[in-house]
């Protein structure tokens, strides 16, 4: 029997690490120890919020990053690879995924978001982001959608709907269409990892 999700524990106020994953972290300097963003690095992070008793691991999903002298947040780890790795490295921390929905197809997500949930027996999360950069998007050539929450329920129903369902799925949408769609095995989690959406995530 899988623990509750960190998230779901005792203490009325929930703290975590964010954007460990890119260079620079949460702050923008030239400062010479600033966060490198080293993989070794990421995995002291985990490990010591991970001992400390912190709820969670939050990445940013970065592609393009903002440029300048440093070329602040170019350089970044994807967050599910990045998050299934802590998994092997931590005990009971939680450890979210971040996704642009634009960018990430939902049979694509529910897969990886399942690997890493049994992965992690049970400690992964969800950040869903609706929009964010168009310089970054426009590299995917994929233009931001002007209801992006609309987009994202869709998207969100299917993943629900793909870990439920005991037959292959077809739906119907207005932003996505899927013929017989599978994807095994759901998450550990019911009726999916907890989700979060980060502020700005629109």
């Known amino acids: 029997m899988n623990k509750p999700h960190p998230l779901h524990g005792p203490n009325r106020l929930k703290l975590g690490v964010f954007s460990t994953n890119a260079d620079g972290g949460l702050a923008i300097t030239d400062v010479p120890e600033?966060?490198?963003?080293?993989?070794?690095?990421?995995?002291?992070a985990a490990q010591i919020a991970d001992r400390?008793?912190?709820?969670?691991?939050?990445?940013?999903?970065?592609?393009?990053?903002?440029?300048?002298r440093n070329k602040v947040r170019e350089w970044s780890f994807e967050t599910f690879t990045w998050a299934a790795a802590l998994?092997?490295?931590?005990?009971?921390?939680?450890?979210?995924?971040?996704?642009?929905?634009?960018?990430?197809?939902?049979?694509?997500?529910?897969?990886?978001l399942a690997t890493v949930d049994h992965i992690s027996?049970?400690?992964?999360?969800?950040?869903?982001?609706c929009g964010w950069n168009p310089k970054e998007f426009g590299m995917?050539?994929?233009?931001?959608v002007e209801k992006g929450y609309d987009q994202a329920a869709e998207w969100i129903e299917i993943l629900e709907k793909l870990y439920a369902s005991a037959e292959p799925l077809d739906y119907e949408g207005t932003y996505y269409r899927?013929?017989?769609a599978v994807s095994r095995p759901a998450s550990l989690q019911v009726p999916?990892?907890?989700?979060?959406n980060a502020a700005f995530g629109g």
């Open 140 to 144: 995917f050539g994929t233009p931001l």
């Open 121 to 129: 027996q049970g400690r992964a999360g969800l950040n869903i982001v």
């Open 52 to 68: 400390a008793g912190l709820e969670f691991m939050l990445p940013i999903a970065r592609w393009r990053g903002f440029g300048g």
């Open 178 to 180: 899927l013929k017989e």
């Open 34 to 44: 600033r966060w490198t963003a080293n993989w070794q690095d990421n995995v002291t």
């Open 87 to 112: 998994a092997v490295a931590t005990e009971q921390i939680g450890l979210f995924m971040t996704v642009h929905v634009r960018l990430v197809h939902p049979l694509y997500a529910a897969k990886a």
């Open 192 to 196: 999916r990892p907890v989700t979060m």
